[in-house]
């Protein structure tokens, strides 16, 4: 492809797409710059792409490639709040942390086991109703404390508390069902 060719599809693209992928990043990250950073991620492997031309579903592609960065940032996060996701089997204690904090060196099987994992915290994360995803992210993933976030949101610390329990409640439920899945 000619690299005026590539240069027009790349600025049509991000005239097309950046307003709504920053929309789709800015609510499940801590700031603007985090958000920015996401965006500047995927335009920078976009713009890598030598088969630009062959890409059959530009803003598929767009936004899976932005939900796994928005994931990896999520793995930089602390993962010490993911405590409460200890399940017992008969061989003994099985800890999603313990998974999620392994190294590289562990081999692609854990690799990819990692990666459900978060794909399935994410997910998870997307179905709660949207003042408990907010009350759980500020909480674990942007360290802020519940009453800080009840403070914020003019809210009593008692349905902060609400909010939290049942977003818990709710992703410790759909990673037992990955276990259960992953064991059977």
Partial sequence: MPQKEKENIISQTVSNYGGKLMSFIRPKVKNTEDAEDILQEVWYQFSSLTNLSEIVNVGGWLYRVTSNKIIDKYRKKKTENLEDFVYEDE?????????????????????????????????????????????????????KTLQ????????????????????????RNRLRQLYEDLNN
């Fill in 148 to 171: 800080e976030i009840a403070d914020e949101q003019g809210e009593n610390i008692k349905t902060i508390i609400s909010r939290k329990n049942y977003a818990v409640k709710h992703l």
């Fill in 91 to 143: 061989d003994g204690s099985f800890s999603i942390k313990d998974i999620l904090l392994l190294d590289d060196s562990a081999g692609p099987d854990v690799k990819m086991f990692q990666d459900e994992i978060w794909k399935k915290l994410f997910e998870a994360l997307e179905e709660l109703p949207e003042k408990q995803k907010l009350v759980y992210m500020e909480n674990e993933l942007n360290d």
